[in-house]
């Protein structure tokens, strides 16, 4: 099929205001960089995430499903075929008592504030984490004492063959900053939480403490795609950076921050090689110097 045929086929199951065509995917990452995505589709809805998908598979065109990208590089060539973003359009919650549904575009952020306006408590570690609520449960991200794995009890989740699943806490098999989401590349739909009631002036108060430490520890004013190594065993990554003397070291526009050696930050025009360049430089010095591989947490997809 040419594009002109996949723009009319898309246009069958989702609103042709919301298929983007040759889209710069830096619009659309925390980094600010990536090239274009021969397609761009935004669903709202489950039914066209669904039909959307099979519409691909019957075709034989490649296709990929991202969140808000705030843990992806998108490298400088793009991304062929289709991208689905399950962002801010996708983004319904619902409260019932001490359990929280939630599909799974929604801002972590925006989430919180939800959760905390119902008195809810445990989820404020997540206030300030950049991303959607399905990238969190994907690579199980967590800060600050709390993990998403002590508040999830189930997934809805799409498979590799285009059909709705669900997985509960046990199934999702969540670890250190990954999940059987992530080793079979599931997309996750929909999640159910399971907190506790509150008091809501404690969990804003305690959702401001927390974010007062992340402004303060963290460049969160810079375009970055937050931490991009896993903690090694016995260290921690920034540390064992800025300790090999690479604070602040920058290859084009991509920096080693200078306020927190985890993060690599977009100082302006950075590419997608720029930081895989930074990336490769930081591994190899800290290996010499200290004997430790730092494992990649930031995902790199694209053409390469």
Same mark, same amino acid.
């Given at each position: 099929?040419?594009?002109? @045929?996949i723009y009319k086929m898309l246009g069958e199951t989702v609103d042709k205001n919301r298929i983007l065509i040759d889209e710069p995917m830096k619009n659309h990452t925390s980094f600010k960089i990536g090239?274009?995505?021969?397609?761009l589709v935004l669903p709202e809805k489950l039914e066209e995430i669904t039909e959307t998908m099979k519409n691909l598979k019957r075709e034989n065109i490649p296709y990929m499903i991202i969140g808000n990208? &705030?843990?992806? #590089?998108?490298?400088?060539?793009?991304?062929?075929?289709?991208?689905?973003?399950?962002?801010? &359009?996708?983004?319904?919650?619902?409260?019932?008592?001490?359990? !929280?549904?939630?599909?799974?575009?929604?801002?972590?952020?925006?989430?919180?504030?939800?959760?905390?306006?119902?008195?809810?408590?445990?989820?404020?570690?997540?206030?300030?984490?950049?991303?959607?609520?399905?990238?969190?449960?994907?690579?199980?991200?967590?800060?600050?004492?709390?993990?998403?794995?002590?508040?999830?009890? &189930? !997934? *809805?989740?799409?498979?590799?063959?285009?059909? !709705?699943?669900? #997985?509960?806490?046990? @199934?999702?098999?969540?670890?250190?900053?990954? &999940?059987?989401?992530?080793?079979?590349?599931?997309?996750?739909?929909?999640? !159910?939480?399971? #907190? @506790? +009631?509150?008091?809501?002036? @404690?969990?804003?108060? *305690?959702?401001?403490?927390?974010?007062?430490?992340?402004?303060? *520890?963290?460049?969160?004013?810079?375009?970055? +795609?937050?931490?991009?190594?896993?903690?090694?065993?016995?260290?921690?990554?920034?540390?064992?950076?800025?300790?090999?003397?690479?604070?602040?070291?920058?290859?084009?526009?991509?920096?080693?921050?200078?306020?927190?050696?985890?993060?690599?930050?977009?100082?302006?025009?950075?590419?997608?090689?720029?930081?895989?360049?930074?990336?490769?430089?930081?591994?190899?010095?800290?290996?010499?110097?200290?004997?430790?591989?730092?494992e990649r947490e930031l995902r790199i997809i694209g053409e390469e």
């Open positions: 099929m040419n594009k002109t @045929e090239g274009p995505a021969d397609f990208a &705030s843990n992806l #590089l998108i490298r400088d060539k793009g991304i062929r075929g289709v991208v689905i973003k399950l962002g801010e &359009s996708y983004n319904h919650v619902t409260i019932e008592g001490t359990t !929280v549904t939630a599909q799974s575009g929604i801002l972590l952020s925006r989430l919180a504030k939800r959760i905390a306006k119902a008195s809810l408590k445990g989820f404020e570690f997540a206030s300030g984490i950049p991303g959607s609520l399905g990238g969190a449960v994907f690579m199980n991200a967590g800060a600050y004492g709390g993990e998403m794995k002590d508040v999830v009890t &189930s !997934v *809805k989740a799409l498979n590799d063959q285009g059909e !709705v699943i669900t #997985l509960n806490n046990r @199934e999702l098999q969540m670890s250190y900053r990954n &999940s059987i989401l992530q080793e079979k590349n599931y997309a996750v739909l929909e999640v !159910v939480m399971e #907190l @506790e +009631a509150g008091d809501s002036e @404690e969990i804003y108060a *305690k959702i401001r403490e927390l974010d007062q430490q992340r402004t303060t *520890k963290q460049p969160i004013n810079l375009p970055s +795609a937050g931490s991009v190594f896993k903690r090694p065993e016995g260290y921690f990554a920034g540390k064992l950076i800025q300790d090999s003397g690479l604070k602040g070291h920058r290859i084009g526009g991509a920096e080693v921050s200078t306020l927190h050696c985890g993060f690599i930050v977009n100082q302006g025009g950075a590419t997608a090689q720029d930081v895989m360049d930074l990336v490769g430089e930081v591994q190899k010095t800290v290996k010499e110097k200290y004997g430790v591989d730092l």
